[in-house]
């Protein structure tokens, strides 16, 4: 069960200090002092005044506190962050990705083309920077949510951005760290045509038996080592398979036979979460070993195994694991929301582009999903702020 508690004065100021207190980060790594950026200062006028007040608390019920979900790579879209120009903050965090990315994020996401905005050097940075954006929304419109958040989780790169929010990781770190990931991931991907393939199943589905298959076909086409494996647990009756093109379309191909009900390619460039990304485990490892890791002010959960991070190290530890093992994100939706029989559910807030986690949230847990909310980062309309899935 999430623990269930309340930003504390001191927590909570510690919080924004860590989730915006950092030092721009160029491509190559830190830059010079006399290069260094306040992102602090930038974000002055969104921040949330001076935050709670010191003195004694009651304890608030479950459905006074927030959970934040940060969708991963899949839910882009050409046009995500017009809905957040409006916020100095938000702007602020665009300016400060053109200088570490060394392109104009914004000018790719809001206009693309789509093409470019989906490739996974793109894509990744994109997502991160927009899912911190709307979070900068979210404080403005309602700063409470932030305030009593007592669990954050983030889908596969989401998680990093979940990681910021909890004062974990600095802004420019994080995107200095994304950015190495996602090239690496990018870059491992042009060695072997791979791919992922979304599949909703039933309770005859045979997962293991179809992985199995895929790869004996694989072989018989001269494939060494063919890799073919669950990648995503979504939640109950769908996975997201992951692996080389040729087994994910012997799989479309013969979805009936093992009782698959739909499937669908995602609009990814590579066979990720598998040991088709090795190579990228060990650019990431080294640049999240010069960083100044902290143990997260809220609960953020591990897509490895949805237990929460304990300390800095587990952090380091797991977010490189993560590249390479499957997403346990039905198991993260259970460990978040689970709680006795007659207990209130928190609030929560899908916070990026797309209602992916919020239908997810739906099929794992129906009572927990009616508090559900998203925070736009599409429409430009000022009453655009929330919508229910």
């Known amino acids: 069960m999430a623990a269930r508690f309340r930003l504390g004065a001191r927590a909570a100021d510690g919080l924004r200090r860590r989730l915006w207190s950092s030092q721009a980060r160029d491509p190559s790594g830190p830059p010079p002092p006399s290069e260094v950026v306040d992102v602090a200062a930038l974000l002055k006028d969104a921040t949330v005044g001076a935050g709670p007040r010191p003195g004694a608390r009651s304890r608030p019920g479950p459905k006074t506190t927030s959970v934040l979900l940060f969708p991963g790579q899949g839910s882009q879209a050409v046009g995500m962050g017009r809905a957040l120009l409006r916020y100095p903050g938000a702007r602020a965090l665009y300016e400060a990705a053109g200088r570490v990315l060394g392109y104009d994020l914004l000018e790719l996401s809001l206009r693309g083309p789509r093409e470019e905005l989906e490739r996974t050097v793109h894509c990744q940075p994109a997502l991160y920077v927009v899912s911190l954006a709307a979070l900068e929304a979210l404080r403005h419109r309602q700063p409470e949510v932030i305030e009593t958040c007592v669990a954050a989780a983030g889908f596969s790169v989401g998680e990093f951005a979940a990681l910021v929010f909890a004062g974990a990781l600095e802004f420019e770190e994080g995107l200095h760290a994304v950015k190495v990931r996602a090239e690496a991931m990018q870059e491992a991907s042009a060695a072997v045509p791979s791919g992922m393939l979304s599949v909703l199943g039933s309770a005859r589905s045979q997962y ?18 063919p890799v073919c494996e669950v990648a995503n647990y979504l939640f109950p009756d769908c996975r997201v398979i992951s692996g080389h093109l040729q087994a994910l379309q012997f799989l479309q191909k013969n979805s009936s036979r093992y009782h698959f009900r739909r499937t669908r390619m995602l609009p990814v460039s590579g066979g990720f979460h598998t040991r088709l990304m090795e190579p990228a485990l060990e650019p990431l490892a080294q640049v999240l070993k010069k960083m100044d890791l902290k143990k997260p002010l ?32 039905e198991q993260t939706m259970h460990a978040i929301y689970e709680r006795r029989k007659g207990t209130d559910f928190p609030q929560t807030f899908e916070v990026g582009p797309g209602k992916q986690l919020g239908t997810i949230l739906k099929s794992c847990n129906l009572k927990a999903w009616k508090t559900y909310s998203h925070v736009d980062v599409m429409q430009e309309e000022e009453g655009e702020e929330t919508s229910d899935v």
């Open 208 to 225: 293991k038996a179809a992985c199995l298959d895929a790869r004996e076909h694989c072989q018989a086409l001269g494939i060494k080592e």
């Open 298 to 329: 809220v609960s953020v959960h591990s897509n490895v195994d949805g237990n929460k991070y304990m300390h800095a190290k587990h952090i380091q530890q797991l977010l490189v694991k993560q590249v390479v093992s499957p997403v346990k994100w």
